[in-house]
């Protein structure tokens, strides 16, 4: 057991944990700063993992490493080691190999956990880092028949992966279309043509409750009494928050680690940021925890400035999000949710345009259909307040 001391500890190896690495070292060149990550390599671009990866033969693991740039000799990182116990009082964390990393300032950037099926959950393949893209191709090259649960961001994306890899996916979700509980009906009924138009079959309104081993094949069972077999099932199910040392060292936590605009969590030395953690949002005016890549890269360079004592942080905003599979691509901002009012505003028929989410007149959420670089005037629309006639946004935001 050894002790290690540093001024900054970032515990997770994340993008979170790389922008927040990054701004500390901007500010003060020499900080001693120690990186404490369970994944064996220093942080990457996970939506990599389902996309470029899969479909690009030029693309390898190493470069999907964030930034090919090294960390300076500043930056002390452990690696492979999970942090299991964290002392407030003492200003320490312990990992699993039971060494212990006291700190000065602390930032938890662990990110969330796939969620998995109750039962079986080692038949069925979950989907969050380099060592799942791994165990991905090993299983393409055993098998082509593939079971994708769920038609969240990931399994859509990898479901459409997957058919550009001799592979034969079919999905298994529970809406009436796909994704039909974030896009309006046209654009979900207009993506259940994409997608068989790619010879991937959909199996709409069913929930997995189980994967059954047959021989060399699974077979995935659900709960219409559906069963259907296949070479191996990936699930993209969403996440849980790892917000396990948090809760044990008695943080705020609700549903994520609550932090405050400076990125602080309850504990004024310990911070936050990324999937596990829950900020104000004006646009939103509530606190949400966000699972996207722009959000976690911006809350961990904030939490990097605040952590080097910057007072000009007030972090309270939402980032944009994204998704690309096939050809098509989005960015979005917001609350993308189907059950709010809907004004779709199309300016190439399903193929390009946008889409607002209103409630009580004020805009919560705008996709941009294959618009890119248009999230401000979004951002905007939503900080304007209510509209007095929906269907005036039309044509505000135009390709
Ligand atoms: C396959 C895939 C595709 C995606 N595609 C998109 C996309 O297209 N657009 C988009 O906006 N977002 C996308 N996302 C989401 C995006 O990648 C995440 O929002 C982002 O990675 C979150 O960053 P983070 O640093 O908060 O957490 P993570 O990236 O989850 O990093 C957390 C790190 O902490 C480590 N860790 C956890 N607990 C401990 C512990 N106790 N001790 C030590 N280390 C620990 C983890 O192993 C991990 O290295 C995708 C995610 C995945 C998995």
Redesign the pocket.
Known sequence: MKTHASTYLI????????AAIRAICERETDADIVL????SSL?YH??A???DLITDPNQTIASVIKDSEPYESNVRSYLG????RLEPESSSVV?SQGDIHRYKKLLL?????PLELPDHSEQLLT???LSDYKRLEEKIAMGHRVAVIGDG??GS??AASLSERNCEPFMIFPHDHLASNRYPESLSRHLDDVYCSHKIDLLPGQRVTGIESSGDFLVVVTDGGGRYAADFAIAGMGIKP?V??ARQAGLVVKDGIRVNAQLQSSHPNIYA????ASAYRKELDRYER???????IEM?QAAGRAMTGDRSISFDYTPL????FFDLGFEAIGDIDSSLDIVEDWQDDLNQGVVYYLYQNNVRGVLLWNIFGKTDEARALMQNGPVTHPTSLKQKITA
């Open positions: 515990v997770g190896g994340g993008v979170a944990a790389d404490l990550s369970d994944e942080p996970r939506p993992l389902c996309k080691r999970r942090a299991i990992d950037a662990t990110g969330g956990s989907y969050r880092n961001f990931i994306e990898i790892n396990d040392l940021a990324g999937d596990n966000l699972e996207h890549e722009m959000n976690a961990g999000f994204y998704s690309d």
